[in-house]
T-cell receptor, first 111, second 110 residues
């Protein structure tokens, strides 16, 4: 089983749509959780951290369920500029802090 | 603009060459990382340095040799690479969770 698993993509949605990405992780001792965004041929950049209480940043909402080892990202009112790969990232300590990336979910937002 | 600087941006090398990738950050971060990323795949962790000491080596072949000369610099020495080592090599640093990536060094091994 992969340490971090994400929904297979790609997701093709029209502008204005709401889209949800899901992610599960296998290490129950994981401590920190993030969503990163990566544009084509660019480096990954932090989109948002994910907390058990849930957090929202404009059109983006992230949720963490530690009991189910599940993370989600909701994007409302999708924009063309949201087209990118969204990476679920989990950090834990196993002899050193390790940050593990999920395979990523590709999102295409179309006019 | 990224605060993690990587050089060179592009590198083409033969299988018998020795080359080095360099990474620099001035954010005072004490953890630095090397990741390898192939096309349409996520970044794969290679090495982690914490307080200038190697803390994680993800069973990377010895033809990749990391070095952390000081808290701001991270190098990746390359020797006798194989064509399948062609990839984007990303350096990152972190202070309190978030990873800051450089733009990467795109390596082609002929």
């Amino acid at each position: 089983r992969k340490e971090v698993e994400q929904d297979p993509g790609p997701f093709n949605v029209p502008e204005g749509a709401t889209v949800a990405f899901n992610c599960t992780y296998s290490n129950s001792a994981s401590q920190s959780f993030f969503w990163y965004r990566q544009d084509c041929r660019k480096e990954p950049k932090l989109l948002m951290s994910v907390y058990s209480s849930g957090n929202e940043d404009g059109r983006f909402t992230a949720q963490l369920n530690r009991a189910s080892q599940y993370i989600s990202l909701l994007i409302r009112d999708s924009k063309l500029s949201d087209s990118a790969t969204y990476l679920c990232v989990v950090e834990g300590y196993t002899g050193g802090f390790k940050t593990i990336f999920g395979a990523g979910t590709r999102l295409f937002v179309k006019a | 603009d990224t605060e993690v600087t990587q050089t060179p941006k592009h590198l083409v090398m033969g299988m018998t060459n020795k080359k080095s990738l360099k990474c620099e950050q001035h954010m005072g971060h004490r953890a630095m990382y090397w990741y390898k990323q192939k096309a349409k795949k996520p970044p794969e962790l290679m090495f982690v340095y914490s307080y200038e000491k190697l803390s994680i080596n993800e069973s990377v072949p010895s033809r990749f040799s990391p070095e952390c000369p000081n808290s701001s610099l991270l190098n990746l020495h390359l020797h006798a690479l194989q064509p399948e080592d062609s990839a984007l090599y990303l350096c990152a640093s972190s202070g309190a969770g978030e990873l800051f990536f450089g733009e990467g060094s795109r390596l082609t091994v002929l």
